[in-house]
């Protein structure tokens, strides 16, 4: 069997009218500084919008609270050859409809996870056919031996292929699209909770799905409101308007830390946050520079030397992340603890600028949101005044995930320099190199968010060697090779691992896990 190295973790007026009355005692309220960007599947592979809707969608393999691998959909499997599995799915589960959920919709799924406007091919990447045997039994077949395919797998939902195709939803949303699909807006998932009204940036009501095959916790209705205002957010969860906020703004962890009936909740997370420089363009855009200077290696050096992570995670971050010296956190299979982050050191970094042919630096564009990850914005502010000390020039655009994400992930990768995430849902590195490493191949499901063009083909190798190697200790050496050449040849700038941390009532059980799922059938009020 493949290692997995898995880890458990441990577990105003106008805001009172967005958040409504006081709550009964089986009623959950969630706040975030930002929404998930659709209520679709398949659309969007963002962290947040991926585990909300884990509330409302199943898959055929999820994540039990003690973050194993368990059956959701499918009830058990067996690996009937080194390339074929099958998996026997689940009686008697209906999707919140009432209609019955079955092997046609699996089947249905996969087809709409490789759709053009999919962003999730990834997940069947390894993956040569697949095909419903009978109603209760669906046979996936693998192009080779694939020792992590549970782990991709958890990345799949099973969406009703009845209710898609009435509804005109036969494709997943594109992000850029300015009508937005009835999938953006309703769901109908096999799920714990089911979705009763949305208005997006307001409100999102769930109520517990009264026919859930699974056990679930006293939560009987989950109300969750965004928050942008990191201020107005704390006073909330202090006022006992919500009852879960996440994450808590840094700032106001001691504030919360001494206040009576809240708590603060925290736990290691597998978020890697990183810069992005642009390198498949001639010419960058959104730059007076001529031609592209991130081509040169010595130019992503410098802007590595340049940027003083550790002050970044003590002024910024308040000391709730770790250094980053690679593209993944040391609790994911692939990690190489070998390897170093270039140093802060911004005489090297001019003296290599220099030698690139920019004395005198360059002035570009930077990217950021604003909503998305734990202090982004001032990451980013502070990204632009260290670059400033060695003579580059950067006019930061910083706006809300919801218009920042279809300009960069958008067809053509509408950025040339930009701060971005990653946390492989797999624990496993290669999920990296699927989707943020790897040379770009779209129609094959890799580098739909290798935003900065980044390849190196040995890499490439290295990576697709480990995807069918089944000795444990061989595959983890070949992704830490793969990660040392990535590394090297600076695709990107590591800068932290983040901390999940929750400002959370007294009376409220909750589960973490490192990915960032919040599965809410395990939450309890007391």
Not at 223 to 250: C, H, K, Q, W
Request: proline residues 5%; charged residues 20%; glycine residues 6%.
């Amino acid at each position: 069997m493949i290692l997995k190295k898995l880890f458990s973790a441990t577990a105003g007026l106008a805001i009172a009218v967005a958040l409504g009355q006081a709550a009964s005692a089986e009623t959950l309220r969630l706040a975030s500084q930002g929404d998930a960007t659709s209520l679709d599947p398949h659309s969007h592979n963002e962290s947040f919008t991926n585990y909300f809707l884990a509330n409302v969608y199943e898959g055929l393999v999820g994540r039990d609270k003690n973050f194993s691998i368990a059956g959701q959909l499918a009830e058990s499997w067996e690996q009937v050859d080194a390339t074929t599995w099958r998996f026997n799915l689940r009686s008697g589960v209906t999707f919140h409809d009432g209609s019955a959920f079955a092997a046609d919709d699996v089947i249905f799924s996969m087809n709409r996870a490789l759709a053009d406007t999919s962003n999730f091919k990834h997940v069947l990447a390894s993956v040569d056919s697949f095909t419903a045997i009978d109603d209760r039994t669906v046979e996936i077949v693998t192009k080779a031996p694939n020792p992590i395919l549970l782990n991709d797998l958890l990345d799949l939902m099973i969406v009703d292929k009845q209710w898609a195709e009435a509804n005109g939803s036969e494709e997943p949303i594109n992000l850029q699209a300015e009508e937005k699909a009835f999938s953006a807006t309703n769901a109908n998932g096999t799920g714990p909770f089911r979705v009763v009204s949305r208005t997006q940036g307001e409100k999102t009501e769930l109520a517990a799905n009264p026919n859930y095959w699974g056990e679930r916790g006293n939560v009987t209705e989950v109300v969750f409101t965004p928050i942008n205002n990191a201020s107005t957010l704390v006073s909330a969860l202090l006022s006992g308007e919500v009852d879960v906020v996440m994450p808590l703004p840094l700032q106001d962890i001691p504030r919360v830390e001494s206040a009576d009936g809240v708590k603060v909740v925290s736990s290691p997370e597998a978020r890697t946050m990183y810069i992005g420089m642009d390198q498949w363009r001639d010419q960058i855009i959104e730059s007076p520079v001529e031609g592209n200077p991130f081509l040169d290696l010595r130019v992503r050096q410098a802007f590595a030397h340049a940027i003083n992570a550790e002050a970044i995670i003590d002024r910024v971050m308040q000391g709730q992340a770790t250094l980053a010296t690679q593209y993944v956190m040391d609790k994911v299979n692939g990690y190489n603890p070998d390897l170093t982050r270039l140093p802060y050191d911004p005489e090297k970094a001019k003296s290599l600028l220099e030698e690139a042919g920019y004395p005198d630096g360059f002035e570009l564009t930077m990217d950021c949101s604003t909503d998305r990850y734990v202090n982004d914005g001032q990451i980013c502010q502070a990204t632009v005044s260290l670059l400033a000390q060695v003579g580059i020039k950067v006019n930061l655009l910083a706006q809300p995930k919801a218009q920042f994400f279809p300009k960069v992930v958008s067809p053509d990768f509408g950025t040339s320099f930009f701060l971005l995430s990653w946390t492989p849902s797999t624990m496993d590195s290669l999920n990296v190199f699927q989707n943020v490493l790897g040379t770009r191949d779209l129609d094959n499901g890799r580098g739909a968010w290798n935003i900065s063009g980044c390849s190196v083909p040995e890499a490439d190798a290295l990576a697709a060697e480990a995807a069918t190697m089944m000795d444990a200790d061989a595959r983890e050496k070949l992704l830490q090779d793969a990660m040392a050449l990535m590394v090297d040849n600076v695709c990107l700038v590591p800068l932290h691992v983040q901390q999940l941390v929750w400002g959370v009532a007294q009376n409220i059980d909750v589960v973490q896990h490192p990915t960032f799922e919040f599965p809410l059938e395990h939450f309890n009020v007391n």
